[in-house]
């Protein structure tokens, strides 16, 4: 699909890196021997709500994990406050490999430059890496009621509408970040509605409570394919090969706009 996602014979290979991975990390000090990891199941927390990219790829993996390490891996999704209560939780757990956390770009690179000493914990120094899992394209969608096919059609509508139109993103996510600049590049002004993840973001686009905004491909590319919202452009280097239409942002004018979004 060109989203990024490896595949199940590349995903089995990274959970058995992955737990070599946690073998190697346990500290000296707790009591199980590492050869006898895990001995109980693994907590697995998911700083966004249900239905967002991270949460699809944490229940992705979450089967072939398990299968992987001989343990059940329970999903726990923990959202709110960008992030950062699933990274205070992950850093306040005992450090013995049963709580694992899945990030993102936002988590672990921007909220610690975002937020810096607002913040209890910092997913850069106060966590360890274990693996990168995916690198996800974003789309710049609309909503089906927003009388606009293409992006300069919809910036032409919000040109004539200044503070009228608004967009959804977590708090100082990739995507609000990414939203601020297309409005800058654009010359447009829309409001930001804050959301707890890119799992909120279809439903609202649906009933129409959100006219334009940026979210990831893997959460939203069925309700595109089905014509359920529109997809104007899409944040990767080339165009999606299942879905050649929607052009690259390079293509729409505006390079060096729109993230992919990684997930570790």
């Known amino acids: ?48 709500a249900p239905g967002g990219a991270t949460d699809i790829i944490a229940r992705m993996i979450e089967p072939k994990m398990s299968r992987a390490l001989g343990q059940q891996i329970v999903v726990d999704n923990r959202p709110g406050a960008a992030g950062n209560i699933a990274v205070e939780l992950t850093a306040q757990a005992q450090p013995d490999g049963y709580t694992l956390f899945v990030g993102n770009i936002s988590t672990n690179s921007i909220n610690p ?25 974003n789309f710049i969608l609309g909503s089906p009621k927003l009388p606009a096919n293409t992006l300069n059609e919809a910036i032409a509508y919000a040109k004539e509408r200044p503070g009228q139109l608004n967009f959804q993103a977590p708090l100082g996510s990739y995507s609000h970040l990414d939203m601020l600049a297309f409005q800058a590049k654009a010359g447009i002004t ?67 706009i729109g993230s992919l979004n990684w997930n570790g």
């Open 113 to 137: 430059i975002l937020f810096g000493g607002k913040m209890k914990t910092n997913a850069i120094t106060d966590l360890t890496g274990v693996t990168k899992l995916v690198a996800i394209p």
């Open 190 to 256: 829309m409001v930001h509605l804050p959301s707890r993840g890119a799992g909120e973001t279809l439903p609202a686009l649906l009933r129409g409570d959100i006219h334009i905004t940026e979210s990831n491909v893997a959460s939203n590319i069925g309700a595109v394919r089905a014509g359920q919202i529109k997809a104007f452009a899409v944040t990767s280097e080339k165009r999606l090969t299942d879905m050649p239409n929607i052009p690259t942002m390079a293509e729409a004018g505006f390079p060096g």
């Open 1 to 48: 699909m060109g989203v990024g996602l490896i595949s199940e014979d590349d995903m089995i290979r990274t959970m058995s890196l992955l737990a070599a991975a946690l073998l190697a990390a346990l500290p000296a000090h707790v009591g199980a021997q590492p050869r006898d990891y895990p001995t109980r199941p693994i907590r697995l927390l998911i700083p966004f």
